[in-house]
Nanobody
Framework: QVQLVESGGGLVQAGGSLRLSCAASGRPFSNYAMGWFRRAPGKEREFVAAINWSARIGPNTYYADSVKGRFTISRDNAKNTVYLQMNSLKPEDTAVYSC?????????????????WGQGTQVTVSS
């Protein structure tokens, strides 16, 4: 089992920045692909970013087109934590952001591939 706890959400004006953190406990963190997803009011949950890391090639990342160039996902395996740095925030980024861990995939955008989920943290961007 892996437990995931997100933090760092809040209210920010458009153009501002937030950094989300996801602390993991349980099984070795480095074995999992990690992802961030979000669910806006009245919408389906959608992929935001994913990351994995290997000693051979270093970090590997995926981003949704809507956040590419504005958001950065990173992970610190020593701290069992994955981060989502969000810059140039827009009102349409308003959502509950959740992190997730995938045990069976090196890296994936598909939410069905993720085994463990956090409770989520609210991000609200005002115009």
């Amino acid at each position: 089992q892996v437990q995931l706890v997100e933090s760092g959400g809040g209210l920010v004006q458009a153009g501002g920045s937030l950094r989300l953190s996801c602390a993991a406990s349980g099984r070795p963190f480095s074995n999992y692909a990690m992802g961030w997803f979000r669910r806006a009011p009245g919408k389906e949950r959608e992929f935001v970013a994913a990351i994995n890391w290997s000693a051979r090639i270093g970090p590997n990342t995926y981003y949704a087109d809507s956040v590419k160039g504005r958001f950065t996902i990173s992970r610190d395996n020593a701290k069992n934590t994955v981060y989502l740095q969000m810059n140039s925030l827009k009102p349409e980024d308003t959502a509950v952001y959740s992190c997730a861990a995938a045990a069976d995939y090196y890296i994936t955008k598909n939410q069905d591939d993720y085994n463990y989920w956090g409770q989520g943290t609210q991000v609200t961007v005002s115009s």
